[in-house]
C-alpha cells in the first residue's frame, strides 16, 4: 500500500496516472497486462515508491569470491557483503532531492539503472518481473477503478516501522469512490 500513501499525498501524479489510464485503456474496459507498457507515469511511480520505501532495507547478502576494492575499501575474498538499498535510494550524491516523491524523475535516461530495489547482477531477486506486473496492474486496476482521497486534510503518514520488512507505522485511512467505469462493467 506503500504506492496508494505516496500517491495520495501527491494528488497532481494520481491525477497524471488516471488521465494517462483514460486516454490509454479507455473508459469502456479494463486495464489488463496489455496495456501495462504503455502505462509510463504508473511504472514511474511505481519505480519512485520502491526507490523510496523498498520492501526490505538491506539486500540479499553477498559473498565475495575474490578478494576486491569497493569504494576504496579492500575487502578479503569470503567477506559477506550487505548492501543498504534504503540509503543508497536516499543518497543525495546519486539521485537530485532524494527525499521527495517525484515520478517524473524517471522520464530522464539512465535514472532507472539506479534503482535497485530487487538487488543487481547475477543473484538479483529473480522474481522481480512478475512483481513489478502484479504492482502495476494492481495499482493500475485501484487508479483506474476508484477515485481515491484522504480522510482528513493531513498528509497521509508516512512513517515507517521498525522490522526486517519496512513497513508502515501508522496504517492507512483513505476513502474511494467507484468510477464510471465500475457502472459499466459490473
Known amino acids: 500500500m506503500g504506492n496508494v500513501k505516496l500517491i495520495l499525498n501527491n494528488p497532481c ?3 497524471k496516472a488516471r488521465d494517462e489510464m483514460d486516454t ?3 473508459e469502456e474496459i479494463l486495464l489488463d ?3 501495462l507498457p504503455r ?3 504508473l511504472q514511474n511511480i511505481i ?3 520502491l526507490r523510496l520505501n523498498p520492501a526490505v532495507p538491506l539486500l540479499v547478502p553477498h559473498v565475495s569470491s ?3 576494492s569497493i569504494g576504496g575499501y579492500n575487502v578479503p575474498r569470503d567477506t559477506i557483503l550487505l548492501v543498504n538499498a534504503w540509503a543508497i535510494h536516499r543518497d543525495p550524491a546519486i539521485w537530485d532531492d532524494p527525499t521527495s516523491f517525484k515520478p517524473e524523475r524517471f522520464d530522464r535516461e539512465g535514472e532507472d539503472r539506479k534503482l535497485i530495489p530487487f538487488g543487481f547482477g547475477r543473484r538479483s531477486c529473480p522474481g522481480a518481473g512478475l ?9 493500475g486496476s485501484l487508479i483506474h477503478c476508484f477515485e481515491w482521497k484522504t480522510v482528513s486534510e493531513e498528509e497521509v503518514d508516512m512513517t515507517e516501522a521498525r522490522g526486517v520488512s519496512l513497513q508502515k507505522a501508522v496504517p492507512l485511512e483513505a476513502m474511494c469512490k467507484s468510477r ?3 457502472s459499466r462493467i459490473l
Do not use: N, Y
Open 66 to 68: 575474490d578478494s576486491c
Open 180 to 182: 464510471p467505469i465500475m
Open 39 to 41: 502505462l509510463q507515469h
Open 24 to 26: 490509454q485503456v479507455g
Open 47 to 49: 519505480s519512485e515508491t
Open 131 to 139: 512483481a513489478q506486473r502484479v504492482v502495476g496492474f494492481t495499482l
Open 13 to 15: 501524479s494520481l491525477k
Open 33 to 35: 497486462e496489455t496495456h
